[in-house]
């Protein structure tokens, strides 16, 4: 069994956090994914790698994340 399989209703199986936050960056920038997520790591010199660290150690913040990609991505 291939892991496509095994979560066949997950819209975010396969996908990178990394792959997610950088999409996410280019569709909005920092300044307005911070107004949509109000986390520091979006408003306190953002970077890549400084809010990979916190979404990863974060649940709620990544959840947030996610379901604003989903929007996005149904544009």
């Not at 997520?37 to 913040?61: E, Q, V, Y």
Request: one cysteine or more; proline letters at 5%; charged letters at 30%.
């Amino acid at each position: 069994m291939n892991t496509k399989d095994e979560q066949p209703n997950n819209p975010l199986h396969g996908i990178k956090l990394a792959d997610i936050l950088m999409a996410l960056e280019n569709e909005y920038g920092w300044e307005e994914l911070a107004s949509k997520i109000n986390i520091n790591c979006f408003k306190s010199n953002p970077t890549i790698k400084s809010s990979l660290t916190f979404l990863r150690r974060t649940p709620w913040a990544r959840e947030k994340v996610e379901r604003l990609y989903l929007k996005s991505i149904k544009k």
